[in-house]
């Protein structure tokens, strides 16, 4: 299984890169990302908006690291599934239905990393190799 010790990370990538683009997506379009969670009629929408940038830029970054992933994914799928539920609740929609369903997706995809860890090549499995190391050598 050694041989498929990349899968983690490719997964992380696959899962976290989105996020990054998301994230950055909303820090170019600030007055339409407010107006939108405005739209939806959410509290105090530029709080919102902070809290979007934060879990879909810092959250996917810390997530391609493989930095503290098990609590990152664990926020960002209660955000996927906070946002499925605000943001695409129309199923007479299809299209807001597609939304929904990919948002609870990503949620489970990011519950396995939650589980399971950040894999191999990760700044987690780097700090755990060195905390283990120090163990040994003392």
Do not use: W
């Not at 990302?33 to 809290?51: E, F, H, Q, S």
């Amino acid at each position: 299984m050694d041989r498929y010790k990349f899968l983690p990370l490719l997964g992380r990538i696959m899962i976290g890169a989105p996020f990054v683009l998301s994230g950055l997506g909303k820090l170019g379009a600030h007055a339409a990302t407010v107006g939108y969670i405005a739209a939806m009629g959410l509290p105090v929408p530029p709080l919102a908006y902070i809290g979007a940038v934060a879990v879909e830029l810092g959250g996917g970054l810390l997530l391609l690291s493989g930095y503290r992933a098990r609590y990152v994914s664990l926020a960002m799928a209660v955000f996927c599934l906070v946002t499925a539920a605000f943001f695409h609740h129309n199923f007479a929609d299809q299209n807001q239905m597609i939304h929904f369903m990919k948002n609870v997706m990503m949620a489970g995809g990011l519950l396995q990393i939650t589980y399971f860890g950040a894999g191999a090549f990760s700044l987690d499995s780097r700090a755990s190799r060195a905390r283990l190391a120090s163990l040994g050598a003392s």
